[in-house]
């Protein structure tokens, strides 16, 4: 089994930056794959970026290019999302999630989902 700790959530002021943390625990993911999701209140949820374990094949959703960095350190078997330029609208909970095996691109699970889910981590940017 799987499990996936989020940390690094709060409130952040429009322009400003945090970073998300995920530790994964029970397995090795070496060659699977990891994304951050989000979810606001009234949204469907949405695959903001993916990363492939193995080679750092990467993937964002198009409102958060070259706003935010998705990275992975295998070592400690952590993923981190830095968020930079925060805009009200990136206001949501933030779900980390992985599957053990990545049969398929990081577009695809960031699309379609993946097996393990960790509880999430609010984001509120504000004022």
């Known amino acids: 089994q799987v499990q996936l700790v989020e940390s690094g959530g709060g409130l952040v002021q429009p322009g400003g930056s945090t970073r998300l943390s995920c530790v994964v625990s029970?397995?090795?993911?070496?060659?699977?794959?990891i994304g951050w999701f989000r979810q606001s209140p009234g949204k469907e949820r949405e695959g903001v970026s993916c990363?492939?374990?193995?080679?750092?094949?990467?993937y964002y959703i198009d409102s958060v290019k070259g706003r935010f960095s998705i990275s992975r350190d295998n070592a400690k078997n952590t993923v981190y999302l830095e968020m930079n330029n925060l805009r009200p609208e990136d206001t949501a909970v933030y779900y980390c999630a992985a599957v053990k095996t990545a049969y398929y691109s990081t577009s695809y699970y960031c699309n379609v989902g993946m097996d393990y889910w960790g509880t999430g981590t609010l984001v509120t940017v504000s004022s």
């Open positions: 990363i492939a374990s193995q080679d750092g094949t990467t």
């Open positions: 029970g397995s090795r993911l070496d060659y699977g794959a």
